[in-house]
């Protein structure tokens, strides 16, 4: 009988040897599964994740309009039109320009600051007539209710007011939309194409017939409904859905993504 099959005789009839043999066998399978997993574990853990899309940053700066919806007198922050008349000032969220240059606000409701307060020479203020007005942040101390300002017609408002011009950019919309984050916090103004129902509107670059946007156009949401009755009567309207569309300019503030609007302007096309 040769030397292997003697030796394999041999050890089938010891079965202490052969256990051990079979369980060092195991042992090394055993082993190289585990670094073969170690070293799996480690390739997935070095390989490159693409990073989870930043969320817009919602906006921390309320709008007169929600402060006015549920007052609470204390310190506040907001943004608005600034009114100088022969009276004194006002907050006001939004004005009605006409093409002949008059102006009025939207709303009853606004915040009587009384003195016209200090403010730098730059930006300057727009003048219509005998009232000077502009974009401006505001902070101060909520006071009310109460009857405030000429004829006790306001029930709130802004003492010890700071206030800051904001200025106004002219942009596009595909400029705002491709330097966002440059313009965040920024009152701008341009024009567009309004397509508006209901609370919802967007302002978009091109229309084609019958109100629908073209293809390539670019379009950005409005943080907040057109408020203008008289801008919005003098566009277009969609029959049957009662959708209001045409040209307008928009003046408003930039935040989140998405313009506020403080005012609407019909023009030509």
Known sequence: MPD???????????????LAFLAVKNFLAMRRLLLLLLFLLLTACGMERPAPPTPVPAPTLPALSAILAAPSPGPVRTFGYLLIDTDGATLVEGLSLTPDGALAPLAPEGLWLGAPPP?????????????RYGIVSASGILDGPG?????????????????????????TIALLLENSGLYEGQAVRL?????????????????GPGGVPEASARQ??????????????????????????????????????????????????
Do not use: C, H
């Open 119 to 131: 403010l730098p020479d730059e930006p300057p203020l727009d003048e219509a007539g005998a009232v």
């Open 220 to 269: 950005l949401k409005l943080d907040g409904p057109v408020r203008d009755d008289a801008a919005l009567a003098a566009l277009q309207r969609s029959p049957g859905n009662g959708v209001r569309f045409g040209p307008v300019e928009i003046t408003g503030l930039w935040r989140g993504g998405r313009l506020y609007p403080l005012s609407v302007r019909a023009v030509g096309p």
């Open 191 to 207: 024009r567009g194409d309004l397509l508006a129902r209901g609370d919802s509107a967007v302002l978009v670059e091109r229309l």
């Open 147 to 171: 009857r405030f300002g000429p004829a006790g017609r306001y029930a709130y408002q802004l003492a010890e007011p700071r206030i800051t011009p904001l200025g106004l950019r002219e942009v």
């Open 4 to 18: 292997g099959q003697r030796r394999a005789a041999a050890l089938a009839l010891r079965p202490g040897v052969t």
